[in-house]
């Protein structure tokens, strides 16, 4: 298909992250655009000048580089008060609430919550030891609650993407399996309308042709042939059909890794175990790409996660309920995604105790994350399992 002016571009595009993250690039734009007024409207000295510029680089260089450079900004703010004694920067300020905020929706909780107690205490420092405006007391609980209200809005922010990458992974997941479904009553009533009738012309064109007193033998083997040749393509068709559109690479090779065949045992073990139990549900594993070497420690969690998915199924879920297990296989990731109806009156009585929680403690550690809602009855959970450690 020929690309044109605007395809092009919106591929070219496409490869950057910041066109990929609107947010990131608002939010970096709005602070590029205080910088420039501020540097502009203040007379300063010629070291927040200098400071100044090396903050506006920083903060266009978060568009590609979205925690190590606020990260460096919010550092360099706080140390150079320090070593200038304090001196009125107005950028400054700026520079410390979209840091804090910046790397509170990149990061988690438990680093919000860190700077925002470290900058709070360090403006506690600064109030004590300088002198000038804004180095009071006084104000000393608008600028903490500033901090606060900051990493708040970033994670809250963080949080609810979170949710909706869930959701999408959970809705992806039903669209998947209805999808099998349709294609397996396609597949049944092919089967029926077309084998059928055309097993039973080959049979009576092999009749005619093994007649040794009927002349037109040539002509029935042909047509028999032909019979036999349009059955194997519907059992193609039928083949392709059950196999899905989504095309595994690894299929290619013709062998799955270690870590696929495990997963696919797992889940097949635990699926058969779920049925004997009377559960009605489905179990689907697409790999789009071989995976990435994973140690034994990550597969092993793995493994359990799987069993733990399933075991929250038996333990919390009806037979009546229809559960959705899948189970997204990627070079640099694996997703795992349960969706079951659920009708739990209180929240004591919700899946994903202690299980799940020790779980999502070692996957932390890997850079994976579980999350997990319940809403309008219904049981929703993702897990995001990195095949390489990540690092902030």
């Known amino acids: ?25 608002l939010l970096v734009l709005v602070w590029e655009y205080l910088l420039i007024w501020t540097t502009l409207s203040y007379q300063q000295p010629t070291s927040a000048q200098v400071v100044n510029v090396i903050h506006a ?11 190590a450079c606020p990260l460096i900004c919010f550092v360099l703010l706080q140390v150079t008060d320090y070593v200038f004694g304090g001196y009125d920067n107005e950028c ?34 600064e109030t004590t030891l300088f002198n000038g405006p804004g180095y009071n007391f006084r104000a000393y609980p608008v600028f903490v609650i500033m901090f606060a209200l900051v990493a708040m809005f970033g994670t809250a922010l963080r949080k609810h993407g979170e949710k909706a990458q869930a959701q999408w992974a959970a809705e992806r997941a039903q669209y998947d399996n209805a999808r099998l479904k349709r294609d397996a009553e396609i597949v049944s009533q092919m089967h029926d309308a077309v ?21 037109d033998a040539a002509q029935w083997k042909q047509t ?14 039928i ?62 969690i793995i493994i359990r996660l799987i069993k733990e998915v399933y075991a929250n199924i038996s333990r919390h879920a009806t037979c009546d309920d229809e559960y959705n297990v899948s189970v997204l296989v990627k ?43 319940q809403e309008h009855g219904r049981w929703e959970f993702y897990a995001f399992v990195p095949l390489t450690r990540a690092s902030l």
């Open 1 to 25: 298909m020929s690309r044109t002016p605007i395809t092009s571009v919106q591929s070219f595009l496409a490869k950057f992250k910041l066109f990929q993250h609107p947010f990131r690039l």
């Open 57 to 67: 680089v920083l903060a266009l260089l978060t568009l590609f580089y979205p925690q």
């Open 92 to 125: 400054g300020l700026y520079g410390v609430l979209f840091s804090l905020g910046m790397l509170s929706y990149e990061t988690n909780d438990l680093y919000a919550l860190s700077l925002a107690l470290e900058i709070s205490l360090s403006q506690a420092v």
């Open 195 to 215: 084998t059928s009738d055309l097993s039973l012309a080959s049979l009576q064109a092999q009749q005619q042709m093994l007649d040794e007193n009927n002349p």
């Open 224 to 237: 028999n042939d032909h019979i036999v040749s349009a059955l194997q393509n519907v059992h193609h068709v």
């Open 239 to 300: 083949d392709y059909i059950k196999e899905g559109d989504h095309a595994d690479q690894v299929a290619q090779s013709g062998q799955d890794t270690d870590l696929v065949c495990r997963i696919r045992q797992e889940m097949e073990r635990n699926g058969k175990a779920l049925e004997s139990m009377r559960f009605k549900g489905t179990s689907q594993v697409s790999v789009l790409e071989s995976p990435a070497d994973v140690d034994a420690d990550l597969s092993a």
């Open 331 to 373: 070079r640099a990731s694996i997703e795992i995604t349960e969706v079951n109806d659920h009708h739990a009156e209180t929240q004591e009585n919700l899946p994903g105790g202690h299980g799940l929680s020790q779980l999502s403690d070692e996957l932390a550690a890997y850079g994976g994350q579980i999350y997990t809602t």
